[in-house]
């Protein structure tokens, strides 16, 4: 007799990571200058949630001291302002309390990402004044396809530097506060992380005071990108 021997093929469920939808929104205050002493931190107060009933509250952190040229009054969540020849060490984070203890972390637990967006990261027109954001924290980006900056990454950090660009209209209330222009496009880069409550980055302006802007929600882009992890 013979024998047969009958396999049964179960289908294979591979699971999909799954991801907290986290939208922020901040409001104000949208200065940060004039840091003091240290560490010098801003509270955001809370900035949205993450759609599984967690609040999320913000705070940016000075991690050194450095000159600043003054308040900032431009559209954006996050504005910047330095003398030239300064570097701001600073640090993002998101929190699921109030009083900025607890790091967020979903509940229950499971993956998440948030994105900033650096504006304005631009030069002036030559070679010597520029600006130029250093990103420490491990993630990914997104350049329009004409991007103008120049990006560099050594394995611990990815650079991108407006120097040799041209100047360009800062993001302010009088455009559409969602959506950059081509050109404002051309000088901006949105960075996610996934997985970290954390964003730490240096801001630099060479050969002039210069100014950031920086959007944490959902400011877009115009014309098409390339994301790049």
Do not use: C
Not at 32 to 56: A, C, K, Q, R
Not at 65 to 70: D, E, L
Not at 141 to 150: H, N, P, S, V
């Amino acid at each position: 007799m013979t024998r047969f021997h009958l396999k049964l093929l179960l289908p294979v469920v591979v699971a999909t990571p799954t991801f907290a939808a986290i939208q922020l929104n901040f409001d104000a205050p949208d200065n940060v200058h004039d840091f003091t002493t240290l560490p010098t931190t801003v509270d955001y107060g809370e900035v949205g949630n993450d759609g599984l009933g967690t609040t999320i509250y913000a705070q940016i952190t000075a991690l050194n001291a450095f000159t600043s040229s003054g308040a900032s009054s431009s559209f954006g969540d996050v504005s910047i302002n330095i003398g030239a020849g300064n570097t701001a060490e600073l640090q993002l984070s998101l929190f699921s309390d109030a009083s900025y203890s607890t790091a967020y972390t979903p509940s229950p637990s499971q993956s998440f990402t948030w994105t900033a967006t650096f504006a304005d990261v631009e030069g002036g027109g030559n070679n010597s004044i520029y600006e130029e954001i250093v990103l420490h924290t491990a993630g990914s980006y997104t350049l329009t396809d004409d991007t103008e900056l120049t990006v560099t990454a050594d394995g611990t950090s990815t650079t991108f530097s407006g120097q040799g660009t041209g100047i360009v209209d800062n993001p302010s209330v009088n455009d559409n506060p969602d959506i950059l222009t081509a050109a404002q496009g051309r000088v901006a880069v949105a960075y996610t992380v996934t997985d970290t409550a954390t964003m730490l980055f240096d801001y630099s302006a060479y050969g002039s005071q210069r100014k950031m802007t920086i959007d944490v929600g959902n400011l877009q882009f115009s014309t098409p990108t390339t994301d790049y992890n």
